[in-house]
T-cell receptor
Framework: NAGVTQTPKFRILKIGQSMTLQCTQDMNHNYMYWYRQDPGMGLKLIYYSVGAGITDKGEVPNGYNVSRSTTEDFPLRLELAAPSQTSVYFC??????????????FGEGSWLTVV | RKEVEQDPGPFNVPEGATVAFNCTYSNSASQSFFWYRQDCRKEPKLLMSVYSSGNEDGRFTAQLNRASQYISLLIRDSKLSDSATYLCVVKWSGGSYIPTFGRGTSLIVHP
């Protein structure tokens, strides 16, 4: 039962490099999200998608891009990495059922350090 | 702006104690409410949803006060294994129905 799978788990980038964090879910969820979590802080929404072909900015989108070509996949691309992007990145998904009891499922996180 | 506020703590309690956390939210159009638990260096995991009438799951009780715009989590008979960060999550109605997380409340249960 895979759920939400993120890769890589750990990565060190040099300033100015680019990379893509991969995220895939096998639960046929419409909604997918990318959050970042800095030490001692809450999760901040970077981008989200409400279905294949639809993406939108969250609270902290600068320096990132996403795409959603399929229901399953929601990769996050970092262009021109900066030290401020050192963080833990969580991908998540949820079904779209307005009302109570709508669980959000998280991947295990990707630890990114920019040096 | 849609805010979800939590006291970061830490709440330091002995085993067997009862502890309660509150979480306030700014937007009265909030639709759904949850408590998530996050262990150190792990992903958040659902602890419980919060229903309008309040709900209980073993030692955990969640309540919603829409008039005052807060939710609460009560933990009875605290265990060492309850040590974690507890995240309040609110989903807003209308538009995209996207969850917003509080920064979390840290709980440390000691022997």
């Amino acid at each position: 039962n895979a759920g939400v799978t993120q890769t890589p788990k750990f990565r060190i980038l040099k300033i100015g490099q680019s990379m893509t964090l991969q995220c895939t879910q096998d639960m046929n969820h419409n909604y997918m999200y990318w959050y970042r979590q800095d030490p001692g802080m809450g999760l901040k929404l970077i981008y989200y998608s409400v279905g294949a072909g639809i993406t939108d900015k969250g609270e902290v989108p600068n320096g990132y891009n996403v795409s959603r070509s399929t229901t399953e996949d929601f990769p996050l691309r970092l262009e021109l990495a900066a030290p401020s992007q050192t963080s833990v990145y969580f991908c998540a998904s949820s079904p779209h059922n307005p009302g109570e009891g709508n669980t959000i499922y998280f991947g295990e996180g990707s630890w990114l350090t920019v040096v | 702006r849609k805010e979800v506020e939590q006291d970061p703590g830490p709440f330091n309690v002995p085993e067997g104690a009862t502890v309660a956390f509150n979480c306030t939210y700014s937007n009265s159009a909030s639709q759904s409410f949850f408590w998530y638990r996050q262990d150190c260096r792990k992903e958040p995991k659902l602890l419980m949803s919060v229903y309008s009438s309040g709900n209980e799951d073993g030692r955990f009780t969640a309540q919603l006060n829409r008039a005052s715009q807060y939710i609460s989590l009560l933990i009875r008979d605290s265990k060492l294994s309850d040590s974690a960060t507890y995240l309040c999550v609110v989903k807003w109605s209308g538009g995209s129905y996207i969850p917003t997380f509080g920064r979390g409340t840290s709980l440390i249960v000691h022997p």
